[in-house]
């Protein structure tokens, strides 16, 4: 298996694992919208036997603090085709996407998803609680990567959630 950035010519195959894991196509647009506007930061692929078989997106965010906007990162969406699921394929694309994230310096990834997976990252809905989110809840949770990540404020996502019917 390969984990590789995503080039344009993954954009099917992308869409097609987003469309049948999750039994639509919102996060197939989520996706297809974050890119087109600029907002997607990491897009990468596994690849097994040339197939692309899983895909993990991570996106901009803001977080505005005492009359400060600073940067985030949404973890959304993760997917793996149904044929190849637990064998990991997960895990390695979101710990390659947190290695690239620590490297490129950014400090605090939020996950809207189930605990039980993403705990095992290091994702905590107490690290999420101080934050002001329309996604606030049992399932939002944060991954601090640095010391200078903000403490709290209030996040705003990128356009193409609002999209989200």
Known sequence: MIIRAAVPGDAVPIRGILCAAFAGEQEADLVEHLRRDGELLLSIVAEDDGRVVGHVGFSRLWTALDGQRLPGVSLAPL?????????????????????????????????????????????SVPAAAAFDCVYAGSHFQALVLADDAPP??????????????
């Open 152 to 165: 709290a404020g209030a996040i705003a996502y990128p356009a193409a959630f609002n999209r989200l019917a």
């Open 79 to 123: 997917a793996v085709a149904a044929d190849c699921r637990r064998r990991g394929i997960g895990a390695s694309l979101v710990e390659a996407g947190h290695e690239q994230l620590r490297g490129a310096g950014e400090s605090i990834v939020f996950v809207l998803g189930d605990p039980a997976y993403y705990g095992r990252f290091g994702y």
